[in-house]
């Protein structure tokens, strides 16, 4: 893949998902990075170049919300497209009237991601 | 007749003045009476000589006939065929010159028949020891402890069940978790298979990965049977700390979604402990869930939850459950623990109940504390393996209490 690929950055702390998101993702032909935590994340060179956030609800410490909170505090607008394994509706209407692109519940498709990301970055 | 006492020669009637006679026959009378409605008959019992004396309730308790001497053979031939071992040891204590002794026996009757009886060393005339005791026919109190035991046991069970409830997202997020996995893998082989050409080297990773996510997904659902399956109530030897590190890892995600922090601290070499696992894991669980609930309010500072191990200088293996919730009134301490005392809006407030009468089983505590900080502590403790002998007669052996040690070392 190229390097100036569009970065996708990835921020679950959900081993299994770190190991088997990103091979899919530079599939869809996108550039990857993967993050442990909310506050790795941030700390990274990363913020300003990530062209789509890929980004679990709960995690131990900064969670994902407060995560798209954050960013939108500091006037980042990266799209966001969250994941999780909490199947709440609530939830979901809660993160999408905040801004965030899309969330899918685990386990979603390859089609439904590859739909999200297309959103988030405006390919249609 | 088979009314006497096994002091001193009664003195003869015939020297006695006629009114001590007729008192002494409305005594008579009046004992009978009293051993009749306490179901509890006397007896003496002159080991040496195998000579046995006893009063006519305790027939009637082992329906024999009064005609017939009591012998120890024959109160044998009464016993259920599985407390027979016990006149075998009240042999041996009273050749020993035990001080006394108290056994629970049943009888061979129509329905189980449950008997208590106690006996304490008396000095006779001839300097050869008797036993003087009770037997109580204690079947009613055994029928209504078994009643309040089910009744117990299936409070338990609904406590179990409504932590089942209370964790339903959690564990329904654990085995999302590795499906997730497992579908983004599969997804991706298919993408590597259909590429051109075909790579076939990542294909496999991907292939494996997807049987070590279906493995996890195995180990969560075996760790929830464990917990929650249907089991019989049963005693061994439970590493705290690993029963701890089970419950946590079911509740974690739960844990991270209501944005607490948790923090272990568990003692090496803790000592096992005898006892139910899954049943101790469920007050822990609920402990944990308590202090998660407690701080859910909390905005003003970290959520935090610590859950430390620790051995006291007792022998006794403590488990502690810090918070920094809203705490409770000073005045509450005790009530927390009264069966439908509650102060959550959802809760049924049997939980806390029930995790005491789960301790107390263990012979050991469990209670609360305000921390000098903000929040609260449950703290319970339970004896560590070195007290073996204590949890083997607590949990059902028929010999229930001796005026001398049971078993040797403690």
Request: one cysteine or more; hydrophobic letters at 40%; proline letters at 4%.
């Amino acid at each position: 893949m190229m390097t100036n690929a569009t970065l996708v950055a990835i921020v679950d702390d959900d081993e299994s998902m770190r190991r088997s998101l990103p091979e899919l993702v530079r599939k869809f032909g996108f550039s990857v990075r993967t993050f442990t935590t909310a506050e790795q994340f941030l700390a990274s060179d990363c913020v300003d170049r990530t062209k789509c956030l890929i980004l679990d609800v709960a995690m131990p410490g900064m969670s994902g919300p407060d995560l798209q909170r954050e960013l939108s505090r500091r006037g980042q607008k990266i799209p966001i497209v969250f994941i999780t394994g909490q199947t709440d509706q609530d939830l979901r209407q809660q993160l999408l009237a905040e801004g965030a692109v899309e969330c899918l519940f685990k386990p979603f498709s390859a089609a439904a991601l590859r739909e999200a990301l297309n959103t988030a970055l405006g390919v249609s | 007749m088979s009314q006497s006492t096994c002091s001193k020669a009664n003195q003869p009637a015939e020297r006695m003045v006629p009114g001590a006679l007729a008192a002494l026959k409305r005594q008579e009378t009046l004992l009978a009476e009293i051993e009749r409605v306490s179901s509890t008959g006397g007896f003496c019992w002159h080991p040496a000589t195998g000579k046995m004396t006893c009063t006519d309730q305790v027939y009637r308790i082992f329906e024999l006939d009064a005609a017939v001497p009591l012998t120890l053979p024959l109160m044998g031939s009464r016993i259920h065929p599985e407390d027979l071992a016990l006149l075998d040891d009240m042999l041996e204590r009273a050749s020993a010159q035990a001080s006394g002794f108290e056994y629970q026996l049943r009888l061979r009757s129509e329905g189980v028949k449950y008997l208590l009886l106690s006996a304490r060393r008396s000095e006779a005339a001839d300097d050869q020891p008797s036993y003087i005791g009770a037997i109580q026919d204690v079947t009613r109190s055994r029928q209504s402890e078994e009643a309040l035991g089910k009744v117990r046991s299936e409070l338990s069970r609904l406590a179990r069940v409504s932590t089942l409830g209370a964790l339903t997202a959690s564990i329904a997020h654990e085995v999302n978790q590795p499906l997730a996995g497992i579908m983004t893998n599969a997804s991706t082989c298919l993408e590597l298979l259909g590429s051109d050409p075909p790579d076939l080297d990542a294909a496999r990773e991907t292939a494996l990965r997807t049987i070590r996510d279906s493995e996890r997904a195995c180990e969560v659902i075996a760790r929830l049977r464990a917990l929650f399956g249907k089991r019989s109530d049963k005693t061994e030897s439970v590493d705290l700390n690993g029963a701890a590190r089970e419950v946590i890892a079911l509740s974690l995600s739960e844990l991270h979604r209501r944005g607490v922090i948790l923090r272990t601290e568990l003692a090496d070499n803790l000592p096992l402990i005898a006892g139910d696992r899954v049943q101790l894991q469920q007050v822990i669980l609920n402990l944990l869930l308590n202090a998660a609930e407690a701080m859910s309010q909390i905005e003003d500072r970290p959520r935090q939850v610590l859950i430390r191990t620790e051995l006291e200088e007792s022998d006794q293996a403590r488990l502690t459950v810090q918070d920094t919730g809203v705490g409770f009134e000073p005045q509450e301490a005790q009530r927390l623990f009264e069966a439908f005392y509650t102060t959550k809006s959802g809760g049924m407030g049997i939980g806390l109940s029930v995790s005491r009468s789960i301790v107390e089983s263990h012979g050991g505590r469990l209670w609360a504390e305000l921390n000098a900080g903000p929040g609260a502590t449950f703290t319970f403790s339970v004896p560590t393996h070195g007290n073996t002998g204590d949890a083997q007669s607590r949990c059902g052996a028929h010999v229930i209490a001796s005026s001398e040690p049971l078993t040797g070392p403690a």
